[in-house]
C-alpha cells in the first residue's frame, strides 16, 4: 500500500544529468531492468483495414490472430489503422515541446490532489519511494457529444492561448483514438464471439484518458524505471511509441522488449476488459525502461467506460465452465480505488474486487 511521505522534486531538466540519482527512484533487485535489453516479443500485426473492409477471410484471420493474443497475454499490433501519420507526427511534437519547456511553465497545468488530469511527475505523485523516471500530461476525453471539445478547451484554459495549436491537435488525435478503439472493439466482439457491436456499444460514450509520457534521459538507467510494472486498470490501451525503445512486456515469465513501429499502434487489454470478458482476456504486466541518453515519449489513449456504466460480463461469456469472475462494478469504482487506495500494479484488479467487497 502507498506510503504517503512528502514527495519528491523531480526537475527532468536537472536530474538527468546526475550520476547520484535519489533513492526515492531506485527499484529493489528482483525489479531492476535485464542487465541487456530482453529479446523482442513476436506480436500479431492486425490488418485492421482488412477486418473493417468486411472480407470473409480477412475478418476469421484477425479475429483469429487477436484470439489467440489476448486468451494468452493481452498485446496485439494493429496496423493499416487509417489514422493519419501527420497526426501522429504532429502529436510526438507538440510532446516533445511541452515537457522541454521550463518546470515553472509546466506547472500550469499541474495535477491537483484527487484528479487524474493534468500535468505529472514524481513531486506530484502520492508515493515516495520506487518513483518512475517520467513526465506526464493527461488529458480527460470525453466521448459525448455534448462535451465534445473538453481537450482544447482545457489546454486554452489552463495553458493559454500559445498552447491552442497543441490542443487542437490532441482533441483530433483523441478523436482519432476514440474511433479506432470502437473499431478494436468490433474486432473483439467478434473474436470472443458476442455480438459485432456489443463492446462497441457499451463504449459509445466513453469518458476516456489520454497520457502524453515523457522518459527524460537517467544516468543509472539499470536502478530506476520509466514506468513500473503494472497491468491498466482501463478498458483498452492505444500506444503510440516514439523510436527509442523502452516498452517491456512480461511473458511466459520473461521480460520482452515490444520493438517500436512508428507504422503500428500497440494495442493491450485492461482490467476492466478482463472483468467484461468474465476473465477470458488477460490483461498483461508491461513497464518501460529508459536510457542515458535519448528522452522517449509515447502516446497512450486509454479508453474507459462511461464513469457510471456497470461492468458485467455478457451473458454469452457466462456458463457452467466459466461462471461469473468478477463482481459488478463500475468505472467510476475502480478509479477511485486506483487513484485513493492502491498504487496499480499486476493485482489491482484481484485486490478491487477485495476491497468492494469488504466496503459493500
Ligand atoms: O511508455 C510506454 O511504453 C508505456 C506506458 C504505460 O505503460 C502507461 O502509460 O501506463
Redo the contacts with the bound molecule.
Keep these: 500500500m502507498p506510503s504517503q511521505q512528502k514527495p519528491f522534486f523531480f526537475d527532468a531538466s536537472i536530474l538527468k544529468h546526475q550520476s547520484h540519482i535519489p533513492p526515492h527512484f531506485i527499484w529493489s533487485d528482483h525489479e531492476k531492468p535485464c542487465d541487456k535489453p530482453p529479446p523482442t516479443l513476436d506480436v500479431p500485426p492486425i490488418d485492421l483495414a482488412g477486418f473493417l473492409s468486411a472480407d470473409p477471410e480477412s475478418v476469421s484471420n484477425a479475429s483469429r490472430l487477436v484470439d489467440q493474443a489476448c486468451r494468452k497475454h493481452g498485446f496485439f499490433l494493429v496496423v493499416n489503422h487509417g489514422i493519419d501519420m501527420k497526426l501522429i507526427e504532429e502529436a510526438h511534437k507538440g510532446t516533445d515541446s511541452f515537457f522541454r519547456i521550463p518546470l515553472e511553465e509546466k506547472e500550469r497545468a499541474m495535477r491537483k490532489p484527487g484528479e487524474h488530469y493534468g500535468y505529472a511527475s514524481s513531486f506530484t505523485n502520492r508515493f515516495s519511494s520506487k518513483l518512475p523516471w517520467?513526465e506526464?500530461l493527461s488529458l480527460s476525453y470525453n466521448a459525448d457529444n455534448r462535451s465534445s471539445d473538453n481537450v482544447r478547451t482545457y489546454f486554452s484554459d489552463t495553458m493559454g492561448e500559445n498552447y491552442a495549436a497543441f490542443g487542437n491537435v490532441c482533441q483530433e488525435y483523441c478523436e482519432a483514438m476514440n474511433k479506432l478503439s470502437l473499431d478494436v472493439m468490433e474486432l473483439l466482439g467478434i473474436s470472443l464471439g458476442v455480438k459485432q457491436d456489443y463492446f462497441r456499444d457499451f463504449f459509445k460514450e466513453n469518458q476516456s484518458i489520454m497520457?502524453l509520457?515523457y522518459?527524460p534521459p537517467c544516468q543509472k538507467p539499470e536502478l530506476a524505471l520509466?514506468?513500473g510494472p503494472?497491468c491498466?486498470p482501463t478498458s483498452l490501451?492505444i500506444?503510440h511509441?516514439d523510436h527509442v525503445v523502452?516498452?517491456q512486456v512480461y511473458v511466459d515469465d520473461k521480460w520482452r522488449s515490444?520493438t517500436p513501429n512508428p507504422h503500428a499502434f500497440?494495442v493491450n487489454i485492461g482490467d476492466t476488459f478482463t472483468a467484461l470478458s468474465n476473465g477470458i482476456y488477460k490483461g498483461c504486466l508491461?513497464?518501460?525502461v529508459v536510457n542515458k541518453t535519448t528522452p522517449?515519449?509515447?502516446l497512450?489513449f486509454?479508453l474507459c467506460p462511461k464513469t457510471d456504466k456497470i461492468v458485467t460480463p455478457p451473458k454469452e461469456l457466462v456458463c457452467e465452465e466459466n461462471p461469473r469472475m468478477y463482481p459488478d462494478f463500475t468505472w467510476s469504482d475502480l478509479l477511485e480505488f486506483t487513484q485513493k487506495h492502491y498504487r496499480?500494479d499486476m493485482k489491482t484488479l484481484e485486490a478491487f474486487v477485495h476491497w468492494l467487497r469488504q466496503n459493500n
Aim: net charge positive; hydrophobic share 30%.
Design positions: 517520467k506526464t497520457r509520457n522518459y520509466g514506468t503494472h491498466d490501451t500506444l511509441q523502452g516498452l515490444i500497440v508491461h513497464r518501460a522517449r515519449k509515447s497512450a486509454f496499480s
